[in-house]
């Protein structure tokens, strides 16, 4: 059986174009080695060009990023911070952090995407019981926007600060409006595995330069302007390096095609799997755009003929790695007792649900193997 490392083929990995080695290269060859530095400021106005934010703020990691949306929502102690039950761990955690308390919502059957009529009845029930959420975090799950409408609505109402972890969904619309732009911030995550990579990073999209300009100072351990070392407030090191920024830049250069080539990798899956009529796939919607950072599956074992965990053995048995879908939040040790409003969706995704293969280098003839092995199970 194949170890955890050195698979022939991973779930995500890293996909370069060979722009990246030459902005490296310049950021040698002018010394610009220390942290900042204008790879950062230029990854900074093409992630914001590209996404079409006000602002953005270059991070060393997407949970950085979501940990000073918060701060700058100023959720604190005990406050109460919504967010999806059906999410990664990293969506979560800086609400810890801060002291707060994450309230979890399940999920949509078709989207996966946090459920905005539970969402509203879970705000109410808060509110009745004098817990006022102070923030809301909407994940675009697997690189599927969320309803944004639905939740700017909801945030508007009830005054809750919106923030959007888009850590997945870099190149994913919502009626052709980037993921990561609807609220006060907006989550981007570069870490190995996803749609680009810096080979670890993040960024802040921010609705005002104000708001980036203030992320950027906490992140630079909060330096007051003064000629000596100066703190007025609790300051962190978040700053993304100028040498990870050159790494964005080249990654830049190809963020459309990697995205259409995941698009493509989810159509070819779904056009070979859909054969067995136990395993079906997430729905898109009108007017919504994917990034299909990963390809997922759901497998009805009755009519699949296999369960997932079986699916997963079989890509195992010849070294390609897939992945179960997140485990709930709700269903965490860590968070077990938080509140969480549940439709026992995201425990049945949990249950079936596999992620395939994805990184836009896999070849065609790989992934054909791979639809091969799940269609026998
Ligand atoms: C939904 C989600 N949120 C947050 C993160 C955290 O990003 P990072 O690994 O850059 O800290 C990730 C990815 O790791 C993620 O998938």
């Given at each position: 059986m194949a170890t955890q490392k050195g698979f022939n083929i991973y779930l995500s990995p890293p996909h370069m174009c060979g722009q990246e080695a030459t902005f490296v290269q310049d950021a040698f060859t002018s010394n610009?080695?220390?942290?900042?530095?204008p790879h950062v400021d230029a990854f900074e106005q093409s992630l914001a060009t590209f996404t079409g934010s006000t602002s953005c703020a270059a991070l060393n990691s997407g949970t950085s990023a979501l940990h000073l949306a918060l701060i700058m929502s100023g959720v604190g102690v005990g406050d109460v911070v919504i967010c999806p039950?059906?999410?990664?761990?990293a969506s979560v955690n800086p609400i810890i952090y801060q002291g707060a308390m994450p309230v979890f919502i399940d999920c949509l059957a078709?989207?996966?995407?946090?459920d905005p009529g539970l969402c509203e009845s879970a705000i109410l029930d808060l509110m009745a019981k004098g817990?006022?959420?102070?923030a809301l975090i909407v994940v675009h799950l697997y690189g599927m926007p969320a309803n944004m409408h639905a939740f700017t609505q909801l945030c508007e109402k009830y005054n809750i600060t919106l923030i959007e972890d888009a850590a997945e969904s870099l190149g994913a619309y919502f009626h052709q409006q980037h993921t990561?732009?609807?609220?006060?911030f907006g989550v981007l995550s570069f870490n190995?595995?996803?749609?680009?990579?810096?080979?670890g990073g993040g960024a802040l999209l921010c609705q005002t330069s104000a708001d980036a300009e203030q992320a950027r100072f906490l992140a630079t351990q909060?330096?007051?302007?003064?000629p000596h070392y100066e703190h007025s407030q609790i300051g962190y090191n978040y700053r993304l390096s100028n040498i990870c920024a050159a790494i964005g830049r080249g990654q830049m250069t190809v963020l459309e095609d990697r995205v259409a080539t995941r698009r493509e990798i989810w159509a070819r899956y779904q056009a070979g799997l859909?054969?067995?009529?136990g395993i079906s796939f997430t729905y898109e919607p009108e007017n919504y755009r994917s990034s299909r950072w990963l390809t997922t599956i759901l497998i009805h074992p009755e009519q699949a003929g296999f369960t997932c965990e079986m699916a997963r053995n079989t890509l195992l048995a010849h070294q390609i790695e897939s992945r179960p879908v997140w485990k709930p939040m709700h269903l965490q040790p860590i968070f077990k007792g938080h509140p969480a409003y549940l439709n026992g969706h995201s425990a049945n995704i949990f249950n079936q649900g596999l992620c395939l293969?994805?990184?836009?280098?896999?070849s065609t003839t790989d992934q054909d193997m791979i639809i091969n092995l799940l269609l026998q199970g």
């Open positions: 610009w080695i220390a942290p900042l530095g039950t059906l999410t990664f761990s078709d989207t996966w995407n946090m817990k006022r959420p102070k990561g732009t609807f609220g006060r190995g595995n996803k749609v680009i990579t810096t080979s909060a330096r007051d302007q003064a859909s054969v067995n009529p293969p994805s990184g836009s280098s896999l």
